[in-house]
């Protein structure tokens, strides 16, 4: 497919299969937002050379699983891949699998030429940055002691999963979304886990007091170990000079044993390659409505990216990192609009979800800015939500096993509809049958 | 070889052979088939890969559990009596399945 034939090398024969010497778009991180980049391209008519490339020696696969499924062993590797071989080969895309790159040059058109570590060059009409975020770092005593995990890659996983038969404790550090995630999981497997949160609750600043609040108990009455405002001071060896990690020493003083220790504390754009390129970064590389860098023709998409907004109603100019799948979809369709010569505005609204063992949390929209919660609560069928309100509208949902509410508030926003705060504080409503297109005044 | 016919909203229809032990979701994901968005990666979060299987067909599936029933509330296309979530549809060694996707997922 496609009609490349001038990109063709010398001698080469033309045709599906061959690849260029000069891609036509180089997607640099084989991520979710990289894979679907390539996607919406195809799906949009773009006709030139895509090479996908990513500095993991697997095919493109998809993360959520990796603390879960994955993890618990209840999914096969082969079912995190996101296409088939014979996909990429059908719609011309190369994929290119451990090549990291480590300089761009770029020219004002918006070609160029990057260089991977391996020395291979990969020359690009167009440039598009996926290059997502990488684990945050604890910096401290012991922290390069086998048995010191993080969870973000594929590797991470397999080397969590390789330790994990022979340990009896984990120390889980950091009670966010993955912490959590892992926590339950590997407390499934048979582990026996403790939770250090450095902050006064869980799940930081991505949803609100009632929910953190809800995750603590149910996690707690599941035997969960949680300890709030608590960090850990160093992770000590199994001997003296040994290189395994056995225990984790609290600020306090208490020592807690860990065969395994997972740190989960965040993640942390990955701007290298951005700031070499002199473009505009700011928590992540700074983006326009359609995705572009500061250049004008590089797009970054997904985790990487620092972007206006797209939340209806938002204030002009407020800016927004987003690390979802969701975000990593519906950006990539908006950059592969801009790489095709059109402005598409970002659609949809943005969610997120978590499965923490049998807690299924559903989150709707950006809860930022509420002044009013609605807490619904049915204790019998196990289910909770929480409904965030700004000046008596709805802006989000926080929804545990309660897909109904989800799904409501999900469908409201995106058709910036209401649900009336009064109406519904009651759980045995549907909130399907009380949206409403009336603004408040 | 286990096998899933997908017709789109329109009427076109493609023929794709899945791996026993597959979900439909993921033997259309992989192929490329349109009509299927997935998001959630089949764990039940997004009703992104919503599918009307053909009556004679039904028989074959396993039943409905009450978080796929709840989530298929909330599909961007409404539901019918024959409306499933293909990530909750196995393949086996028999599988003849045939769906058609709605016009959107999202």
Request: glycine share 10%.
């Amino acid at each position: 497919m496609g009609t490349h034939a001038v990109e063709e090398a010398a001698g080469a024969p033309a045709g599906a299969g061959t690849v260029p010497t000069r891609t036509g778009l180089l997607i640099i991180g084989a991520s979710q937002s990289g894979v679907q980049l390539a996607v919406s391209l195809r799906a949009l008519g773009f006709d030139e050379h895509i090479t996908l490339l990513g500095d993991e020696d697997h095919r493109p696969y998809q993360r959520p699983a990796l603390s879960k499924e994955f993890l618990q062993g209840t999914v096969e590797s082969e079912s995190l891949i996101f296409r088939s071989n014979e996909y990429w080969a059908e719609h011309n895309v190369d994929l290119v699998k451990g090549e990291y790159i480590v300089r761009i040059e770029k020219e004002a058109d918006g070609s160029g030429v990057a260089h991977a570590s391996s020395g291979r060059e990969f020359p690009f009409k167009r440039l598009a940055l996926t290059v997502g975020a990488r684990a945050r770092k604890l910096e401290i005593d012991g922290g390069g002691l086998d048995g010191v995990l993080y969870l973000r890659n594929a590797d991470d996983a397999l080397a969590l999963k390789a330790r994990v038969g022979d340990a009896t404790d984990v120390v889980v550090i950091g009670g966010g979304f993955i912490g959590l995630e892992a926590a339950s999981s590997l407390q499934k497997m048979g582990k026996n886990v403790t939770v250090l949160e450095f902050g006064p609750r869980l799940v930081g600043r991505a949803v609100g007091e009632e929910t953190a609040e809800y995750f603590l108990q149910a996690h707690r009455s599941r035997g969960l170990d949680i300890r709030l405002n608590t960090s850990a001071a160093r992770f000590m060896p199994d001997a003296d000079g040994g290189k395994s990690v056995a225990a984790v020493e609290l600020q306090d003083g208490t020592v807690l044993p860990a065969q395994i220790v997972l740190i989960g504390i965040g993640v942390i754009p990955n701007t290298q390659l951005a700031e070499q390129l002199g473009l505009a970064v700011d928590n992540g590389v700074v983006v326009d409505r359609f995705a572009l860098a500061s250049d004008g023709t590089t797009v970054a998409v997904g985790d990487v990216a620092n972007m206006p907004n797209p939340v209806p109603g938002s204030e002009p100019g407020e800016r927004i990192r987003l690390e979802s799948v969701n975000n990593a979809i519906e950006h990539a369709k908006v950059a592969a609009y801009s790489l095709t010569g059109r402005r598409e505005e970002y659609a949809g609204i943005p969610w997120f979800w978590s499965n923490q063992s049998d807690l299924k949390l559903q989150i709707a929209g950006l809860c930022n800015g509420f002044d009013q919660t609605v807490v619904r609560r049915d204790e019998e069928r196990g289910k909770f939500s929480v409904l965030y309100y700004r000046q008596g509208r709805i802006i989000a949902a926080d929804c545990v096993n309660a897909p109904l509410d989800f799904m409501a508030v999900k469908n409201a926003l995106a058709k910036g509809q209401n649900i009336p705060a009064d109406a519904a504080a009651d759980p045995a409503t549907h909130l399907k049958t009380i949206t409403t297109d009336s603004q408040p005044h | 070889m286990p096998t899933v016919h997908f017709t789109d909203a329109e009427g076109a229809v493609r023929d794709v052979e899945g791996n026993v032990g597959d979900s439909v979701m993921e033997t259309a994901v992989r192929n490329g088939v349109p009509g299927i968005v997935a998001e959630c990666g089949g764990s039940l979060s997004c009703a992104t890969c919503h599918v009307f299987v053909r009556e004679d067909c039904l028989s074959q599936l396993p039943p409905m559990g009450d978080m796929e029933d709840e989530m298929l509330y909330g599909t961007a296309v409404d539901r019918e009596d024959n409306s499933r979530l293909s990530c909750q549809l196995r393949l086996t060694d028999h599988t003849e399945l045939f769906v058609t996707t709605p016009e959107t997922q999202v």
